[in-house]
């Protein structure tokens, strides 16, 4: 390209302009543009020689310098354009091409089966009449603990099972929430009863990680305040929940269990869903251990500013981690939230 020879910008552009119309392909136009547009280039030193011209011809040069910058790219944009059409043109009329082919179909996701299970209970709970609630993750000690009377010297306390979080409010200890049970208190702080909620979510235990213990897993917590609900109510609620859930009446039975925000407390065993005599998930015994729950104490609906003597109510923990593993038969809970791809694919 001899572009020397033209003093003329005008000229110059027409000469170049011809050229990039004639470009067959992109490395020429590359060419071109690199000689005339970047730094050192033709419009450059245009533009550079324009200070030292008499100060009447300044004005002029400048605007004939940008023309120029302007054309080149138009014309190159426009010449890209038609060498895209082009090769999709070849492309098109290449052997073996079939426009009526299907495109090739995007990768889709699916949902992780804690969602999955999470959904299909949310489901099944708004048709009994709950609500779905949401509550923090990073807590205030008093919901985790003192407000579910569980005093100070309490085992579940003990900060070797608690993340402890830096207080942001001199006085407010913040934990990791160990349980759902604290959207309990939250709930009847904020809804007038009667009413039936439940509340599903993460929860975090300082924990040796194994099979069956992960330091984040989910449960869903239950709670419904009404004047006289009693335990019959509770077991009939988890009955249908259960029935829900495996799709058919199963045995269950009541054990005592101490949680010291229900009394009375219990562990709700289900007759195993898998087998008759014994297998691997009841671990030989045909029962397996589902749903702690309970009738909620005094002292935690008062916390929560309900009256105890007008008001009564049951509460259950779902461990929703536990359920998922147990439907979809997974071995190890820290497949759950390890997030490889090939675990989570056989949900899709
Ligand atoms: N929050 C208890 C736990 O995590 C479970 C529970 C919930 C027990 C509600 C009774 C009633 O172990």
Known sequence: ??????????????????????????????????????????????????PSLPRAERPAAGRAANELKRGLETALATARERLREAALAAERSAAGFDPTLPAPRPRRGSLHP????????????????????????????????????????HPARDMTDTFVCRELVAGQRLVLRTHTSPVQVRAMERLEPPFRAIAPGKVFRQETTDASHEHTFHQM????????????????????LLRGIFGRELDIRLRPGYFPFVEP??????????????????????????????????????AGGIDPERWTAFAFGLGLSRLVMLRYRVDDIRHLLAGDLRFLEQFA
């Open 114 to 153: 804690v969602v999955a299970v999470q959904r299909e209970l949310e489901d099944l709970f708004i048709s009994m009449g709950y609500v779905v609630l949401d509550g923090p993750e990073v807590e205030l000690d008093w919901y985790n603990f003192e407000a579910l009377n569980i005093p100070a010297d």
């Open 1 to 50: 390209m001899s572009v020397e020879s033209h003093s003329d910008p005008q000229a110059l552009l027409a000469q170049l302009v011809a050229q990039i119309g004639a470009a067959q392909d992109e490395a020429a136009l590359r060419a071109i543009e690199r000689e005339a547009l970047d730094k050192g280039g033709v419009v450059a030193r245009l533009l550079a020689a324009v």
């Open 265 to 302: 407390g219990f562990e709700l065993d289900a007759r195993c869903p898998f087998c008759s005599q014994g297998c691997s998930v009841c671990k030989r015994s045909t029962w397996i251990e589902l749903l702690p729950c309970g009738m909620v104490h005094p002292n935690v609906l008062r």
């Open 221 to 240: 917590e239950g709670l419904v305040v009404g004047q006289d609900v009693s335990v019959g109510h509770l077991v009939g609620a988890m009955k249908t």
